[in-house]
Nanobody, 126 residues
Framework: QVQLVESGGGSVQAGGSLKLSCVAS????????MGWFRQAPGKEREGVAA?????????IYADSVKGRFTISHDNAKNTLLLQMNSLEPEDTALYYC??????????????????WGQGTQVTVSS
């Protein structure tokens, strides 16, 4: 069982930055993957970025955030991070952290993840 707690959301103007954090209740081992997803009102949940822990595989990003968002991790603190720069009003959503304990690669398919946080709201005004 992995419990996830997100933080770092808030309200910013377009062009601003936010850094989201997701603290896991357990150590993140090789073979795990973790991801950030978001859901805007009236829209389906979509993958934003994901990372695989282990050799190769690495990180992946949604086309809409490439070059603006960076996913990383601090294993010593069991923490997943999402640095969001050049934020746009279209980035407004509830952002979720997710974890899977058996992965072969980084995935942005929600069905691949078993554990979810409660979400943190990001609001970007124009």
């Amino acid at each position: 069982q992995v419990q996830l707690v997100e933080s770092g959301g808030g309200s910013v103007q377009a062009g601003g930055s936010l850094k989201l954090s997701c603290v896991a209740s357990t150590h993140i081992y090789n073979g795990y993957c973790m991801g950030w997803f978001r859901q805007a009102p009236g829209k389906e949940r979509e993958g934003v970025a994901a990372i695989y822990f282990g050799g190769g595989a690495g990180t992946i990003y949604a086309d809409s955030v490439k070059g603006r968002f960076t996913i990383s991790h601090d294993n010593a603190k069991n923490t997943l991070l999402l640095q969001m720069n050049s934020l746009e009003p279209e980035d407004t959503a509830l952002y979720y952290c997710a974890a899977a304990t058996f992965c072969l690669y980084a995935s942005m398919e929600a069905d691949d993840y078993s554990y979810w946080g409660q979400g943190t709201q990001v609001t970007v005004s124009s």
